[in-house]
């Protein structure tokens, strides 16, 4: 008796605790759920005013409350790389890894590919190639980790295997052959440095076959020609870069007017190089052309040349070599030597101030061509010609 009597009393007390702790949680989860979105928007107020440290921090807040978000975890590893705090994001993924909330091995091999981003820009490249060679049969992540890989196998200059990652990423949509003909570009290049002609023709045909549009290729076709005393084979692989992309005739036309001074065939490779400054205006060919012409022709046909440029394309390089031109002249009247002098001179710091090789994909600009953009990474995306804008 005395026991029912207990429980009767107990019983009520323990509906009673239970419906008063269901409510405490009912108003913790309710208050945060009503706080989360607040602090999610100020950290994408902190991002839009570019206070990215205000934005990771309350980010941190959030997911250390909310452990299971683990979508948000992933941006807060990309804002902390963003930063470059990579050992932030890296300690961030690797715990992220053992969290018990990724149910998944899609999930885990998304954080994977995240890590191995940390890794590439921390330097510690590999790492970074370790775990992505394991994501190449990864359902979803395949695509990416190869991607990655061949961003990574060209900022190690492992041109092989850049080769052999670019081939298994072709597509129909997108074939890569400008990429491979490029790489088989660079291991000539390595091969010629060693003086090993033989390999390095094996690789400029490699790129040729792939892409017969590869100016770079017979570019260094023509150097070997030129460097093995064939100059007539030296001027005719250079000739064809006229039909492949005329804006690449700039650089190799000093190259091909050593090669017809050597048949002395001067007055003739001359005729050929004004010609191109005929019909392609726009190449940057005047300053050479000039200076070839004043030399080896008539100082007089140098300043038609001069003139005629000066109108269809005036810019200020032209303009200095103009002013040059008439300084030196004998009836030049020496009170406006000073003058004409400093007009020169200032027309030459505007052009050089001015003058840029430019990326036409990221509108990077330098004072020295590359093949390959620094700041995109594009192959042959930076225009030839550098110019004033």
């Not at 928007?41 to 934005?55: C, E, P, Q, R």
């Not at 948000?72 to 890296?90: F, H, M, P, T, V």
Request: hydrophobic share 40%.
């Amino acid at each position: 008796m005395n026991i029912i009597v207990l429980w009767l009393l107990v019983t009520p007390l323990f509906f009673a605790f239970g419906w008063f702790a269901g409510r405490i949680d009912m108003k913790t989860v309710i208050k945060q759920a009503k706080s989360l979105p607040q602090r999610l928007f100020d950290s994408v107020d902190a991002l839009i005013d570019n206070k990215t440290g205000i934005a990771s921090d309350n980010l941190r807040d959030i997911i250390e409350q909310e452990p299971q978000l683990t979508e948000l975890q992933l941006s807060l590893g990309k804002l902390y790389r963003n930063r470059g705090e990579n050992d932030l994001a890296i300690k961030l993924h690797n715990k992220l890894l053992n969290s018990q909330y990724l149910f998944s091995g899609d999930e885990k091999d998304n954080v994977r590919l995240e890590l191995a981003r940390d890794f590439q820009h921390a330097g510690l490249i590999d790492r970074a190639e370790s775990i992505l060679l394991k994501l190449i049969n990864s359902e979803l992540y395949s695509h990416k980790a190869q991607d990655l890989l061949l961003d990574i196998y060209q900022q190690d200059k492992n041109w092989k295997d850049a080769i052999d990652t670019a081939k298994r990423l072709a597509t129909s949509d997108y074939s890569y052959h400008t990429e491979v003909a490029q790489f088989n570009c660079e291991l000539a290049q390595e091969a010629l440095i060693k003086s090993d002609n033989e390999q390095a023709l094996k690789f400029i045909n490699y790129a040729l076959e792939i892409n017969r549009k590869c100016v770079r290729a017979n570019l260094l076709l023509g150097e070997m020609y030129f460097a093995q005393e064939n100059y007539n084979q030296a001027i005719e692989t250079w000739q064809l870069i006229e039909k492949q992309n005329y804006l690449y005739l700039p650089m190799i036309v000093e190259k091909m007017l050593d090669a017809y001074m050597k048949l002395n065939k001067t007055k003739e490779g001359l005729t050929l190089i004004k010609g191109y400054a005929t019909l392609y205006p726009k190449l940057n060919l005047c300053d050479f052309l000039y200076q070839k012409l004043a030399l080896y022709d008539n100082a007089d046909s140098a300043l038609d040349y001069l003139k005629e440029t000066i109108r269809v394309q005036p810019t200020s390089k032209i303009a200095a070599i103009m002013v040059d031109v008439y300084i030196n002249r004998e009836n030049f009247i020496p009170e406006l030597r000073h003058e004409a002098e400093m007009v020169k001179n200032i027309l030459l710091k505007y052009n050089e101030k001015l003058s840029n090789f430019r990326c036409g994909r990221c509108n990077f600009k330098s004072k020295t061509f590359f093949w390959q953009c620094p700041a995109c990474y594009e192959w042959e995306s930076i225009n030839p010609n550098n110019s004033e804008n």
